[in-house]
């Protein structure tokens, strides 16, 4: 069955860099775009970025444009995202979900990620 | 922006539920790629509708959806113990995706 595993939460600085993973298995990886979204405290959902099945075609959020990137490595049936000048307001809980053509059809159940002083 | 969900709705077993999501042209009212996701935290959020009104294999029938300009539906009959959750609609917007507000789905 699809599984979709995160890592690499934690607890970082203002201003301070983060680095997740997404390992998945169970299906074909190298032919699946992927997406990372996140949930803040007490709040909703929110789209955070995509990427195509080749690693190219990357899309953000207008929230993190120009401060995350997301990148893969299809032979380890990796996802990442790299965060950089993280914000108090980036604290959430970051999951990795496979697309299927507009939407997301199987997710994982997240890594949290704390930005305090 | 965030689509718009109410914040809660309650039923008794048994009863229908339906739970609204007013986007705008630029997403709902553009495309049909509207979902559904049940979400029971700390859990994955699970895929109960897609493309408006398609269900998942092993989804019950009892959840459903349609759209009707920039506002999309999801109604749950015959509402169980079990449908209990948080449920969040979502559109793809031309390059990006947008998630709704969230609703609490309280069975009494």
């Known amino acids: 069955q699809v599984q979709l595993v995160e890592s690499g939460g934690g607890v970082v600085q203002p201003g301070g860099s983060l680095r997740l993973a997404c390992v998945a298995s169970g299906f074909s990886f190298s032919t699946s775009g992927m997406h990372w979204v996140r949930q803040a405290p007490g709040k909703g959902l929110e789209w955070v970025a995509f990427i195509g099945h080749e690693g190219t075609g990357e899309q953000y959020g207008d929230s993190v444009k120009g401060r995350f990137t997301v990148s893969r490595d299809n032979s380890e049936n990796t996802l990442f995202l790299q965060m950089d000048s993280l914000r108090a307001e980036d604290t959430a809980v970051y999951s990795c979900?496979?697309?299927?053509?507009?939407?997301?059809?199987?997710w994982g159940q997240g890594t949290l990620v704390t930005v305090s002083s | 922006s965030a689509l718009t969900q109410p914040r809660s709705v309650s039923g008794s077993p048994g009863q229908s539920v339906t739970i609204s999501c007013t986007g705008t042209s630029s997403d709902v009212g553009s495309y049909e790629y509207v979902s559904w996701f049940q979400h029971h935290p700390p859990k994955a959020p699970k895929l109960m509708i897609y493309?408006?009104?398609k269900r998942p294999s092993g989804v019950p029938d009892r959840f459903s959806g349609s759209k009707s300009g920039n506002t999309a539906s999801l109604t749950i009959s015959g509402l169980q113990a079990e449908d209990e959750a948080d449920y969040y609609c979502?559109?793809?917007?031309?390059?990006?995706?947008?998630f709704g507000t969230g609703t609490k789905v309280t069975v009494l």
């Open positions: 493309y408006v009104n």
């Open positions: 979502s559109s793809y917007a031309d390059r990006y995706f947008v």
């Open positions: 979900a496979k697309d299927v053509f507009y939407y997301f059809d199987h």
